[in-house]
């Protein structure tokens, strides 16, 4: 049986968080198969590093680091809350075996719920890429920069990634000429980039592969059929902030893995004021939304854009 080549990146800062859905991937693996763990290493602490190499070798699988030079990327914008960590996907050319024509990338603020056989052998049919459709796809259409080039728009957190493709289409240089050309614009980097570049020629996934938190009410949560619940807002799981009750699966995997004695670094006087007022605010959201005209949403969101953008300047 096939091994799955699966994809990470991490720097220290997101180290524990990769290590819990590293956990949840081995708790749910039901298959013979063995799992080839690559991790872009973004600058792991050897306390780190170790307990990650710990959990994946007790689950008898194999694990390869990679070391990111920070040269590669110094030039890439940082935008917002995003790192330059979000661009070390682009490099994996240059970086992975070329005996390796597959890889399943996952970002690290995930948990897995169920076996990734089925996704890692999903038929990519000579396309580049497979992904789950943002569910905010219509809307990022409407008021990014490129409402005329594409027809549908894809979350970038879970990728069928073709590498035998990349290499024989020498996509790096296409990504390297996109950020020099639109480093501007950009306001998802990496997501953008990949959805230009490949655009209208990737596969759609099915919606339980990355299903996404974005716009959920606090109580929601994920369907038994769910194979990854993605923690995309810009608030996670492992802050004191969060509160949806879909924070239990990160937790429930943290109990089990090296990072057992965790507590919220932000748990303070200011943040127990502040928690109630965001649990209000989001309900409130998520009941007006869907009766606001689009016009007055997209306003709203151009204008956070904007905040967004001149946040990271």
């Known amino acids: 049986m096939e091994s799955i080549h699966l994809l990470m990146a991490s720097d220290d800062n997101y180290a524990q968080h990769m290590g819990v859905a590293i956990v949840s991937i081995l708790k749910n693996k039901k298959n013979n198969h063995s799992i080839i763990f690559h991790i872009l290493d973004g600058g792991i602490s ?6 990650i190499k710990k959990i994946i070798e007790d689950g008898n699988q194999k694990i390869c680091f990679y070391k990111i030079e920070d040269e590669k990327i110094n030039s890439f914008p940082e935008i917002g809350y995003l790192s330059k960590a979000t ?3 682009l490099l994996i050319t240059e970086i992975l075996p070329d005996t390796i024509n597959k890889v399943l990338y996952i970002d690290c603020d995930i948990v897995v719920l169920n076996d990734l056989y089925n996704l890692y052998n999903h038929d990519l049919n000579n396309r580049p890429i497979a992904a789950v459709k943002d569910i905010k796809s219509e809307e990022i259409l409407r008021i990014y920069f490129y409402p005329k080039l594409l ?3 894809f979350n ?3 990728l069928l990634i073709n590498l035998k493709y990349w290499r024989q289409n020498n996509v790096l240089p296409k990504f390297i000429d996109f950020i020099n050309k639109y480093h501007a614009q950009l306001i998802a980097p990496d997501q953008d980039i990949l959805n230009c570049i490949f655009k209208n020629n990737w596969i759609e996934l099915e919606p339980k592969f990355n299903v996404d938190l974005k716009h959920e009410s606090h109580n929601a949560m994920p369907k038994k059929n769910t194979v990854i619940l993605h923690y995309s807002d810009k608030i996670k799981p492992w802050s004191y902030l969060y509160y949806g009750k879909n924070k239990k699966y990160y937790f429930d995997y943290l109990a089990i893995s090296p990072w057992s004695n965790f507590k919220y670094p932000n748990k303070n ?6 928690k109630p007022k965001l649990i209000i605010i989001k309900y409130l959201k998520n009941k007006i939304r869907p009766i606001t005209p689009i016009k ?7 204008y956070m854009l904007t905040t967004i953008k001149r946040s990271s300047k």
């Open 46 to 51: 050897e306390i780190n590093k170790n307990k």
């Open 87 to 89: 661009y070390y996907r």
């Open 151 to 153: 027809n549908s728009y």
């Open 156 to 158: 970038a957190g879970v």
């Open 269 to 274: 006087l200011k943040n127990i004021i502040k």
């Open 296 to 302: 007055i949403l997209d306003i709203y969101k151009r």
